[in-house]
């Protein structure tokens, strides 16, 4: 695909995964104390592990695709497009608050980490073209 730097894509991957560890670790006690389990184990058998590389990988190829498409350049274009659009995870996120009673709280906590994750991946594939 033309525009689209699969390196960039794979390091912004790994980039997100690290970043999402390290936010889980950061976050985990106010998780458990906000979760129904109690638990401050995040799940981290190694297809948990699998599955996020996985998933950032995918979100890491449709966020350099629409970087490429829309002609977004820059740190700071990259970086507000990344912002952008953690405006989904947030709106799906509130409706887990709405619909299922999850603590708006526990909601911020995996917005923020969407938020920090998009900013990160973006910039990542917006600057390294």
């Known amino acids: 695909m033309q525009g689209v730097n699969f ?4 390091i912004a991957a790994v980039a997100a995964f690290v970043s999402s560890a390290a936010w889980y670790t950061l976050f985990a006690n106010p998780m458990a104390n906000l979760s ?3 638990s401050t184990e995040a799940g981290t058998s190694i297809w948990t592990m699998l599955f996020v590389i996985a998933q950032s990988l995918v979100i890491a190829f449709m966020v350099a695709y629409f ?4 002609g977004v350049t820059g740190l700071a274009g990259a970086a507000g ?3 952008l659009m953690a405006i ?4 799906i ?3 887990s608050v709405v619909h299922e009673g999850v603590p708006l709280a526990l909601a911020g906590i995996h917005a923020g980490d969407w ?3 998009l900013i990160l991946i973006a910039a990542i594939v917006g600057i390294w073209r």
């Open 67 to 70: 970087v490429s498409r829309l």
């Open 115 to 117: 938020l920090v994750k």
């Open 7 to 10: 390196l960039a894509i794979m």
């Open 36 to 38: 129904n389990t109690g």
């Open 88 to 91: 989904f995870p947030a709106a």
């Open 93 to 95: 996120l509130l409706g």
């Open 81 to 83: 497009f990344g912002a």
